[in-house]
Every structure is written in structure tokens, then in C-alpha cells.
């Protein structure tokens, strides 16, 4: 059991797929390409599988975003053999991962099996010079997708030879129900393994992440670390209570979420930026904020809901307290509101990750795109 239920997780999937940064999706693919085709294998025929373990993984949100860009859906990219392994210590979401991953997977033609433990994946590669996907279903398409839309020019040697066979892509996706309390020395990482978490690193204590990122190094695996909430919550139109409200949430995120002591909550990037530079990693880091429109009502409000219920749970008990819990309801009360009115905008600031080893540890290797985000504004209220 977890705190996560699958209906929040579905509510936050648009939001999550729309805020992460396509630019180090593109960084991902570029550092993965020395895995494609290793030094000698330039003429070999098979393409190699590229072996992902998905870390808290939920219904598989993560999965369902990266293995299309990654090359699971034909002419998307690189990597037409993927074996992914999603673990968690929610037995629920992981069923609900293969129920969601073969419904998804379905409607954009792919064709799935249950095979032993593990939901197998497949399509057919497409036909050089025939138009590629143009995108995947449920994809906003703000923002385009790097190496994805029609990206024929952009396979490394995996197409079927003129009038030969075309080659399928072929991903499996397997489960693991782990308590990842128990540390890295449990996800018994493989050589190169991608190791990729969404949601997650805010959760998690300091010494968790260090023994995560000490696993990596030992291994020589790339992280690709999306969506960790860093602290930032604006909204528009503001409130006086909002400065109150944010500070007791911040608060309420360093709680012990059970991953080895108080969590990061929103010290988690600058703790992986530390972290990274101390064991070797090359860092490269972006926004991926949440802007949430008044045409999301229902995300709005739970996540709002949310916020009063963790505020109030830092109030301590006491009469003293009862002018801080009121504020608190009122705060609330009113932000309901606004959402029901259409008028509420609200950003949460979020980081995404991706960390490649280098051959020493050495100098820090830290480019970030600032958090400056622009403040909300009423052009579209
Ligand atoms: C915020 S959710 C993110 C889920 C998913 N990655 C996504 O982006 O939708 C955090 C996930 O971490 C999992 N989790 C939390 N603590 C865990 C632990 N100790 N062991 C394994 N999974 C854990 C939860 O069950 C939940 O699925």
C-alpha cells in the first residue's frame, strides 16, 4: 500500500506528460546513443536491448512517456528493444500498470501479450521513406516531440533492408513489488542499466539518494530523474494566506515518507546536485514546472485539497493553533472557489534530471536552465 492512489496518479499524468522537458529527453537520447551500436558492432544486424528499471513507478506513467521516445513505437527512436522493469510496493498500481500500459499501448496499434510475468510489446517498424508516427495519442503536441514526430532520419541502423522484412520493436514490461526502504543494494542494477524515476526523489531521504546514486556509479548507469518537486507554488490571483500555507506544505514534505529518514521534499534537487558532482556524474538539469489552467478543475482542486490537509497537519494541536487552522480553511474555502468560478492558475515548480557517469569523479559538471519562471499572469483568465 502506498499513499498514491491510481485515480490521483491518472489526474496527474496530463499535467506530468505536458511539464517535462523535452530538451533533456533529446540529452537522454544523445548519451544513450553510445550504448546503441557498442565500438566493433557497427555491422551487426540486431539491435540491442536497452535494459530500464523504473523506480516508484506507479501505474507506470514514466513508462507510458519515455518508451515511445525511446523507440518502442516504430520511427520514434533508437531503441527498438526495450526491457523495462518497474518496481514499487504498491501491488495495486503495478496491477493497474499492465492494465493501463496494454490499454495505452493498444490504441496506438501496438500489439500486446501477457507473457509469463511481464506484458511483451510490439510493433512494426515502419518502411524507410514511409511517413513515421506522427505522434503519440493523449499527447498535447504543445510542445512537439524532439527525435519523435516523423523522425524516419533519426533511427540508428534498426530498419528492415529495402523489400527485405521490416523489423518489429519489441518492449517488455515486467513488475517488481520491493520496498525500496530496503536501498539500491536490492534493485541489483546490471551494467548500463537506464535507471529512470518520475515523482519520486522528493520522497526520499538524503542517505536513500546517496546509496541510489553510489549503486550507479558501481554500475556505470545513466538516471534520467523527472518531475521532483522543488518548493516553488505560485498562483494567481494570489492570497494573503498563500506565504503561510506554502511554508507549512514545504514543511510537511520533509516528513519520513519511509525511505531512510526525513525526505528531501523540496532540498531534493540541490541534494542531487551535490550528490552527482561528489561521485562523478555529469548533471544536466531543467524546469518542468506544472501550469495548471482553470480548464483543469479537478487536478486544481485535489491538489489544493491536498495542500490544506498537509498545512493543517503541521498545525500543532491547541487552542493557541485555532486562528492558524481557521486561516488555513478559509484559505481553502475560497480557493475552492476559484476553481469552481474558472478563476484559479497555479504552478508548481518541478525539476527534471539526467545524470550520465563519467570515467572520474571529478570537477562539478552542473548545467541548469534557471528556475525562473515567468510569474503567472491573467492573459488567459
Ligand atoms: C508520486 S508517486 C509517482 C508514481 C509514478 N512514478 C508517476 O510518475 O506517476 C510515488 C510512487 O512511489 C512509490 N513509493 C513510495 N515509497 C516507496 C517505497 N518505499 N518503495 C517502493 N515504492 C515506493 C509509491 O507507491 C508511488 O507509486
Given at each position: 500500500m502506498s499513499d498514491f492512489s491510481t485515480d490521483w496518479l491518472a489526474l496527474r499524468e496530463p499535467a506530468d506528460r505536458r511539464a517535462r522537458s523535452p530538451r533533456l529527453v533529446e540529452g537522454l537520447l544523445r548519451r544513450l546513443a553510445v550504448l546503441t551500436q557498442p565500438p566493433g558492432a557497427e555491422s551487426s544486424p540486431s539491435p540491442r536491448t536497452l535494459r530500464i528499471l523504473d523506480l516508484g513507478c506507479g501505474t507506470g506513467a514514466n513508462f507510458r512517456y519515455l518508451a515511445p521516445r525511446l523507440g518502442l513505437v516504430?520511427?520514434?527512436?533508437?531503441?527498438?528493444?526495450?526491457?523495462?522493469?518497474?518496481?514499487?510496493?504498491?501491488?495495486?498500481?503495478?496491477?493497474?500498470?499492465?492494465?493501463?500500459?496494454?490499454?495505452?499501448?493498444?490504441?496506438?496499434?501496438?500489439?500486446?501479450?501477457?507473457?509469463?510475468?511481464?506484458?511483451?510489446?510490439?510493433g512494426v517498424q515502419a518502411i524507410p521513406g514511409e511517413q513515421g508516427v506522427g505522434g503519440v495519442q493523449g499527447d498535447h503536441g504543445d510542445r512537439g516531440v524532439p527525435g519523435f514526430q516523423g523522425a524516419q532520419g533519426k533511427i540508428h541502423g534498426v530498419q528492415g533492408v529495402q523489400g527485405g522484412p521490416a523489423p518489429t520493436t519489441h518492449g517488455r514490461v515486467r513488475t517488481r513489488d520491493l520496498d525500496l526502504a530496503r536501498g539500491a543494494e536490492s534493485l541489483l542494477l546490471g551494467a548500463e542499466t537506464l535507471v529512470v524515476a518520475s515523482a519520486l526523489l522528493d520522497l526520499v531521504s538524503a542517505n536513500w539518494l546517496a546509496g541510489l546514486l553510489r549503486a550507479c556509479a558501481r554500475s556505470r548507469s545513466h538516471l534520467y530523474l523527472a518531475l521532483t518537486y522543488d518548493g516553488r507554488i505560485d498562483l494567481f490571483p494570489d492570497h494573503p494566506h498563500d506565504g503561510t500555507l506554502i511554508a507549512l506544505v514545504n514543511a510537511h514534505q520533509g516528513r519520513d515518507k519511509g525511505l531512510g529518514g526525513p525526505a528531501l521534499g523540496p532540498s531534493a534537487p540541490a541534494c542531487l546536485a551535490e550528490l552527482a558532482a561528489g561521485l562523478g556524474f555529469a548533471l544536466e538539469a531543467a524546469d518542468s514546472d506544472w501550469v495548471l489552467e482553470p480548464d483543469e478543475p479537478e487536478l486544481q482542486a485535489a491538489l489544493v485539497a491536498g495542500w490544506a490537509v498537509a498545512a493543517r497537519e503541521q498545525v500543532p494541536h491547541g487552542p493557541e493553533s485555532r486562528g492558524l487552522d481557521e486561516a488555513i480553511c478559509h484559505w481553502h474555502e475560497q480557493r475552492q472557489a476559484q476553481i469552481a468560478a474558472g478563476l484559479l492558475q497555479i504552478r508548481v515548480g518541478h525539476r527534471d534530471a539526467l545524470l550520465s557517469p563519467e570515467r572520474e569523479p571529478g570537477p562539478r559538471v552542473y548545467r541548469a536552465e534557471g528556475s525562473q519562471a515567468a510569474p503567472l499572469r491573467s492573459t488567459s483568465m
Open positions: 516504430p520511427g520514434a527512436g533508437p531503441w527498438v528493444r526495450q526491457d523495462w522493469i518497474c518496481v514499487d510496493r504498491d501491488r495495486k498500481l503495478l496491477a493497474d500498470l499492465i492494465h493501463r500500459t496494454a490499454d495505452w499501448a493498444r490504441g496506438l496499434n501496438l500489439t500486446t501479450s501477457l507473457h509469463g510475468e511481464g506484458l511483451i510489446i510490439q
